[in-house]
């Protein structure tokens, strides 16, 4: 049984920062690309970055130097510092792995977080 647990949500103010952590634990064989997707109320679900198992990186534009994805990988976390906040980036957040477990490869994801920017 594998799960991706995040941590970090919260409620800031425009301009403000914050920082998730996803872990994943469980029978993990392999974790390859890791990633945070977002979902904000009515709209769909979209991309904010992602990290292969490398140092390559990718970020939506709307985030790009803004935000960062790092990862641990002897700790199987990954990390969104999120600078200088918009009302805008309010969100579920929720964080996926690629991996390989005890049935093969497969796309986990976590329950999510919210995050809620005020103007």
């Known amino acids: 049984q594998v799960q991706l647990v995040e941590s970090g949500g919260g409620l800031v103010q425009a301009g403000g920062s914050l920082r998730l952590s996803c872990a994943a634990s469980?029978?993990?064989?392999?974790?390859?690309?890791m990633g945070w997707y977002r979902q904000a109320p009515g709209k769909q679900r979209e991309l904010v970055a992602a990290?292969?198992?490398?140092?390559?990186?990718n970020y939506a534009d709307s985030v790009k130097g803004r935000f960062t994805i790092s990862r641990d990988n002897a700790k199987n976390t990954v990390y969104l510092q999120m600078n200088s906040l918009k009302p805008e980036d309010t969100a579920v957040y929720y964080c996926?792995?690629?991996?390989?477990?005890?049935?093969?490869?497969?796309?986990?994801w976590g329950q999510g977080t919210q995050v809620t920017v005020s103007s």
């Open positions: 996926t792995a690629a991996l390989k477990s005890l049935s093969d490869w497969g796309n986990y």
């Open positions: 469980g029978t993990i064989f392999k974790l390859n690309a």
């Open positions: 990290i292969t198992n490398g140092v390559s990186t």
